[in-house]
């Protein structure tokens, strides 16, 4: 079992490596290759029309003109153990994990993430709450109850969710629920300090699009499971029909849908970009919006690597979790 | 064949133990013939290891010694029924012998060609005379294709010129196993059980092949019509002069369909023998708990049968037992079972074993074995063992 | 609509007119059951009307081949059949209590305590994410009020009767890292942990290799002298039923083909169908026929029963009858003292055939 979790610790690493080369690659390479000089890149940085001497010197700061190797080498370097940037004029420190600095706002990147992932982790987490225990409990009723009037109104409002994109029923909740009928307040929330049950409409938007979708999972493993030979042994046993469907049946249909939360969570904690821009939440789906539409390439890179870290993550956390609950896992 | 005809029993007189009946009335010609073939197949110290990796670097460990140097032959026109329980090796030979997998150690000669290390390219010709039967009819038939086409495919693979067009030649594979020719262009889930075996039969036979392994061709299917594919599997082999390689852990299926019987244990042969010889005169301990396990459908046997109870289960193979693989289970097993691996020796004419005390057997067989050892293991010194019970 | 013939062949069974005939002195009875299951392709009849007894401590021997309805007759006894998919009719008296009619919730009590059930594949019947020792802990709490000490002290003690060395440690072990024939002694040790009266065994020996299927027959065969309980083995192997069985029955279609004690059966069989299962086997125990004896073509499907006698499409011998085959339903009739044979055939006839035809062949 250790010797998996390090095996996989060792791969979650060398695949955030092979990302953030390819990102580089993707938001350094390809603009050079169509055109872009060192010189543009630094004229964002600078702002509208800047001196030569001002352009060299940015570019010697974040050094624009190295081979785009080294580039890359300096990127990961810093990451890893901080780096100190010589302005001329004065000595800026940047701690590990150094992602650079915005070329809009000079802030630094990592300090601008940090404010913005509790931000989406509330959304998410909040969110995952709902649709966790609407989606499983429809799911198990509707496999229980298959082919009854239930079953199908539950899983046509399903199929619908699952249709329904959050910019769709955010901005209609938003019209009704906030502003014709007044029963919530405006969706403002920035950070942990904020009352967290501001968050109520985006959370409800967006659990009914994945309650929609794990209601379905749940149904489908369900019935599967149901038919196992496992159930009919409970039965046979004695044991009243809630502990076969709950203590039996449920505990091994969740263990697949274990697996497709752990990549949505991580999905979604790497940026719930629909919901945040539906809302105007300023999380880390926004940071990475305006990044790019501001080509502000540090950003775009640092939420890039930090959404590819939470899905690494939840991964590695989602394969532990399976050694835990399925013994076969742990024993082979 | 007469009634009587399946008696085919070798002067086996000086072996009998005294007062056992004898029944030895002339041999059938087709058993004749069988014993007269040459080795069509011929294995020899084949042997299959698979690794086992654990730890950070996936370092091979250890080794799933699922097949650990067997050797037999089998003669033209015969039938060699490879019986043992699970976990014993003989699926593993069986797929070695078609060469589905690569086998670690040993040497396959089919035909006098070695065919070992033989690549897939090249085997392509020889695909022609090997061919195999599997358990399960369903799961080896592609539910997309129709019979004819299922039964067709191996002209096809193989460009082979028919002389009335492939679809005739279908049709007549597809009426000698049995079906309805008109059949041609139905499904495989159209098909009972017993009728997909049937298919799965033509197919292999379609190009007349010389060898045909079946693994468990029978044990996925009823009662009664397992009786007619056993049956169907006979005729062929009468009239297209088929060899077989049948491996099965029905020991009575595999008693009615062989002409010689081979029992594994833990990826050894432990014995080899003529089908009679082997199920009335049993020599290795392994075979004789194997036989008094298999219930027999006649009330009126019940507790009047002698009865030997393996305890446990089978050791792993990762880590099986050393010298005699048996000795843990092994009521007669002495000090030597431990330390010195009986070789599989003919202690009668046509029967092998490997056991340091055999049974059934009046030839002092501890002294043949235990020169043998001592001839494979030089240094182990042989100490005076009691002469085995007969 | 389905829901209202359920409910009127259940008042039917255990009612008025049918069968009433109130509780028998059987320890188990079963009269006339049948289970019907209507499907879009039409009504499946898995067992169409079928009546046995048992006594504790004998052991009944259920034969067929796939589809014969034996399995579905064993989950009909135990109440498994989702009553929602499944017509259930006719009477099943268990020790003075009628099981057709009773609430579910009056017969999940009676499963697992009174009557219990083995599998055919020991790996899947078990839950693969808990040990062993809380299944059998679970199956016994569920009917005795004891507490979880108590109960693993129960199962540790059960898990070391169906003869599981080291059985303290293994308690904590979960199904998959015991080998096939340890898990079907603990699914045996599980079945037996409430002291059931009844244990169904539905091909409890299938899955297993030859001399794992003696030890786990041997251990039956021990434990019903230690329980006295009353055994039902389901097969299709007629080597089993000869050596635990007391009686047999032998189904064919969801019927009953033939029933009577083992020896009668075994050495007279009175069905063709029996005939034809013995000329099917290949024996171990004696020198080879030259040829086996197949029944021809295959087992019928359960929603186009054949007319007449169900058998007689594949029967060498229905010709004999002239019409009455393929018009009318033999009945089961006693034709020996407790020898049921349901066949058109006059039994002179049929001693006639097994004497000369059928004996001197196996």
């Known amino acids: ?332 | 064949m007469t009634s009587t005809g399946g008696n085919e029993t070798v002067s086996t007189d000086e072996t009998t133990p005294a007062g056992a009946p004898v029944t030895a009335p002339a041999p059938a010609p087709e058993a004749r013939r069988a014993r007269g073939g040459e080795p069509l197949l011929q294995v020899e110290n084949l042997g299959k290891h698979f690794p086992v990796t654990a730890g950070l670097l996936r370092r091979q460990v250890a080794a799933v010694k699922a097949v650990d140097g067997v050797s037999f032959s089998v003669r033209k026109g015969e039938t060699l029924g490879l019986v043992g329980e699970s976990g014993c090796g003989k699926s593993t030979t069986g797929r070695m012998v078609m060469r589905l997998l690569d086998p670690s150690f040993g040497k396959i000669t089919f035909e006098g060609q070695d065919i070992t290390t033989m690549s897939q390219g090249r085997l392509r010709p020889l695909r022609r005379d090997l061919q195999m039967i599997f358990q399960d009819p369903y799961s080896s038939l592609n539910p997309r294709k129709t019979v004819g086409a299922l039964v067709g495919a191996p002209f096809r693979l193989q460009k082979v010129q028919t002389e009335n067009g492939v679809k005739k030649a279908v049709q007549e594979i597809l009426e000698l196993v049995g079906l309805n020719p008109e059949h041609y262009n139905r499904y495989p889930h159209e098909f009972s059980g017993g009728q997909r075996q049937r298919i799965g039969i033509a197919r292999t036979l379609a190009l007349k092949p010389k060898l045909i392994v079946a693994d468990e061709p029978v044990s996925a299917l009823d009662v009664s019509v397992q009786a007619q594919v056993v049956n169907l599997l006979e005729d062929l082999q009468d009239e297209l002069d088929l060899t077989y390689v049948v491996i099965a852990h029905d020991l009575s299926v595999v008693r009615h369909i062989s002409d010689r019987v081979a029992v594994m244990y833990l990826g050894k042969i432990v014995e080899v023998a003529d089908r009679n010889d082997l199920y009335e005169r049993p020599m290795h301990p392994y075979t004789n708990a194997l036989l008094s396990a298999v219930p027999v459908p006649d009330p009126s046997d019940r507790g009047d049968r002698q009865r030997i109870r393996l305890q446990g289960d089978v050791p792993s193979p990762l880590d099986p037992p050393p010298a005699c693989r048996f000795h843990t289970r092994c009521w007669k097993a002495q000090d030597i079972c431990k330390q010195v691996e009986p070789p599989l020796v003919e202690l009668s004419p046509g029967h092998e074993a490997a056991c340091h005390f055999p049974e059934n057997t009046t030839v002092s067989a501890t002294d043949e074995v235990a020169r043998a050892a001592v001839a494979l293991a030089p240094g182990t010194t042989v100490v005076d063992e009691p002469q085995a019970e007969v | 609509m389905a829901r209202k013939q359920q409910a009127e062949l259940i008042n039917g069974g255990s009612g008025d007119s049918s069968g009433g005939r109130g509780a028998p002195t059987s320890f188990l009875e079963v009269r006339d059951l049948k289970i019907h299951f209507p499907t879009d392709d039409g009504l499946v009849k898995s067992v169409d009307g079928l009546n046995f007894q048992l006594e504790r401590g004998r052991t009944l021997g259920i034969v067929g081949e796939s589809g014969s309805g034996k399995s579905v007759t064993s989950l009909g006894i135990l109440g498994l059949h989702n009553r929602r998919n499944a017509k259930v009719s006719g009477e099943i008296w268990l020790d003075g209590t009628e099981l057709v009619g009773a609430s579910a919730g009056r017969v999940r009590r009676l499963r697992g305590q009174k009557m219990a059930m083995i599998f055919q594949d020991p790996l899947s019947s078990m839950h693969p994410f808990y040990t062993v020792g809380s299944q059998i802990i679970e199956a016994y709490r569920v009917h005795n009020d004891v507490s979880k000490q108590v109960a693993r002290k129960h199962a540790i003690d059960m898990l070391g009767r169906v003869g599981i060395p080291k059985p303290d440690k293994r308690v904590d072990d979960y199904p998959h890292q015991f080998s096939g024939g340890m898990r079907q002694r603990a699914m045996i040790a599980m079945a037996l942990s409430c002291d059931p009266e009844l244990l169904i065994a539905d091909e409890p020996t299938t899955a297993l290799d030859v001399t794992v299927q003696a030890q786990i027959l041997d251990l039956l065969r021990d434990l019903q002298q230690e329980f006295n309980s009353a055994i039902i083995m389901i097969t299709h192997d007629l080597g089993v039923v000869a050596e635990l069985s007391d009686d047999i029955l032998v189904m064919y279609a969801g019927r009953c083909a033939e029933y009577g004690p083992v020896d009668d059966t075994f050495h007279r069989p009175l069905h063709p169908y029996t005939w034809g299962l013995l000329g099917s086997m290949p024996r171990l125990d004696r020198e080879r026929s030259e040829r086996l004896m197949p029944i021809k073509g295959t087992p019928p499907s359960l929603i186009n029963v054949p007319r007449g006698c169900a058998f007689n499409p594949r029967c060498a011998y229905g010709d004999l009858n002239g019409d009455k085959s393929t018009t009318e339903r033999p009945e089961l009739l006693e034709l020996e003292p407790g020898h049921k044979a349901a066949c058109h055939l006059p039994l002179e006839k049929r001693r006639e055939i097994w004497d000369s035809e059928i004996r001197p062949k196996l």
């Open chain 1, 1 to 332: 079992m250790v010797a998996f979790i390090v095996r996989r610790l060792l791969g979650a690493v060398g695949l955030l490596l092979i990302i953030s080369a390819v990102t580089y690659a993707i938001f350094f390479l390809v603009p050079r290759a169509a055109g872009v000089t060192s010189d543009d890149i630094a004229g964002r940085f600078a702002g509208k029309q800047p001196d030569a001497a001002t352009l060299a010197a940015i570019k010697d700061r974040f050094g624009l003109d190295d081979p785009i190797p080294v580039q890359y080498g300096k990127y990961i370097k810093s990451i890893v153990a901080g780096d100190t940037y010589d302005t001329g004029t004065e000595k800026i420190d940047c701690p590990a994990p150094c992602l650079g600095y915005s070329f809009r706002t000079n802030q630094s990147v990592t300090d601008q993430i940090v404010d913005r992932v509790p931000v989406t982790m509330m959304i998410a987490l909040g969110a995952a709450v709902l649709w966790v225990l609407a989606g499983v409990s429809i799911g198990v009723l509707s496999a229980l109850r298959r082919g009854t009037l239930f079953d199908r109104v539950a899983m046509g409002v399903a199929l619908a969710g699952v249709s329904l994109p959050v910019f769709f029923t955010g901005l209609l909740s938003l019209a009704f629920v906030v502003h014709r009928w007044n029963l919530l307040p405006e969706v403002n929330y920035t950070g942990l300090g904020d009352n967290p049950f501001n968050l109520l409409l985006p959370w409800v938007c967006l659990a009914f699009l994945y309650a929609a979708m794990y209601a379905r999972l749940t149904r489908a493993g369900m019935l599967e499971t149901m038919n196992e030979d496992f159930i009919r042994t409970a039965r046979a046993k004695g044991l009243p029909e809630k502990t076969v469907v709950v203590k039996h049946g449920l505990r091994a249909t969740l263990t697949p849908i274990m697996t497709v939360f752990g990549l949505d969570i991580g999905l979604l904690l790497g940026g719930a970009i629909i919901t945040e821009r539906t809302f105007s939440i300023p999380g880390l789906g926004q940071l990475a919006l305006d990044g790019v539409n501001q080509s502000d390439l540090p950003v775009v890179l640092g939420a890039t690597l930090t959404a590819a870290l939470f899905i690494v993550l939840a991964n590695l956390v989602v394969d532990i979790l399976y050694g835990v609950v399925d013994p076969r896992v742990r024993h082979s």
